[in-house]
Antibody, heavy 116, light 110 residues
Framework: EAKLVESGGGLVQPGGSLRLSCAASGFSFNLYTMNWVRQAPGKGLEWVASISSGGTTYSSDWGRFSMSRDNSRNTVDLHINRLRAEDTAVYYC????????????WGQGTLVTVSS | QSALAQPASVSGSPGQSITISCTGTSSDVGAYDYVSWYQQHPGKAPKLIIYDVYNPSGVSHRFSGSKSGNTASLTISGLQAEDEADYYCASYIASNNPFVFGSGTKVTVL
């Protein structure tokens, strides 16, 4: 069974940095694009970043969000810099179905709270 | 990139059919058959229910998708209490920001 488990969320001060991690299992990790999607409290879903199987990255905010992957450990990371209050959200790790078409596997999410 | 437009809420009685629209532009929904739909129950992670406009993702065949021009639609037939949830559409865009989500629709079963 395909599974994604996020970690690394918590309370962070404005202006700080954070690394979220996602551990994948149950599928051929190295073949798929991986993504991060977030959801602010009471709000809708927002795409954050993606990384292809070959390592090409896409980001909704190039100056603050970056992704990396380790195909030997089946993990992806999301690095967030210069955190703002509006970054407070549940961050979901997702697996792409194939070819940037749809998110077919979702983790349980990790909550990031940005507050002083 | 602005969110795709969805109605804030749709309601129906058990057994009825309802349709949720997802309106984009000729650069996203209208340009590619890469529209997907997600169901999210309160406190849970979203779940893929339709991909590539029409294809169900291992869910009940009461869920079906379609597209006309810049608008995609999700139809739920034979509405059941368990269908009460939030629903989001998403589309691929050929840009450095390759995905855009819809604003979300709350489905209420009366």
């Amino acid at each position: 069974e395909a599974k994604l488990v996020e970690s690394g969320g918590g309370l962070v001060q404005p202006g700080g940095s954070l690394r979220l991690s996602c551990a994948a299992s149950g599928f051929s990790f190295n073949l798929y694009t991986m993504n991060w999607v977030r959801q602010a409290p009471g709000k809708g879903l927002e795409w954050v970043a993606s990384i292809s199987s070959g390592g090409t990255t896409y980001s909704s905010d190039w100056g603050r969000f970056s992704m990396s992957r380790d195909n030997s450990r089946n993990t992806v990371d999301l690095h967030i810099n210069r955190l703002r209050a509006e970054d407070t959200a549940v961050y979901y790790c997702t697996k792409d179905r194939g070819g940037l078409s749809a998110f077919d596997i979702w983790g349980q999410g990790t909550l990031v709270t940005v507050s002083s | 990139q602005s969110a795709l437009a969805q109605p804030a809420s749709v309601s129906g009685s058990p057994g009825q059919s309802i349709t949720i629209s997802c309106t984009g532009t000729s650069s996203d929904v209208g340009a590619y058959d890469y529209v997907s739909w997600y169901q999210q129950h309160p406190g849970k992670a979203p779940k893929l229910i339709i991909y590539d406009v029409y294809n169900p993702s291992g869910v009940s065949h009461r869920f079906s998708g379609s597209k006309s021009g810049n608008t995609a639609s999700l139809t739920i037939s034979g509405l059941q209490a368990e269908d009460e949830a939030d629903y989001y559409c998403a589309s691929y865009i050929a840009s450095n920001n390759p995905f855009v989500f819809g604003s979300g629709t709350k489905v209420t079963v009366l």
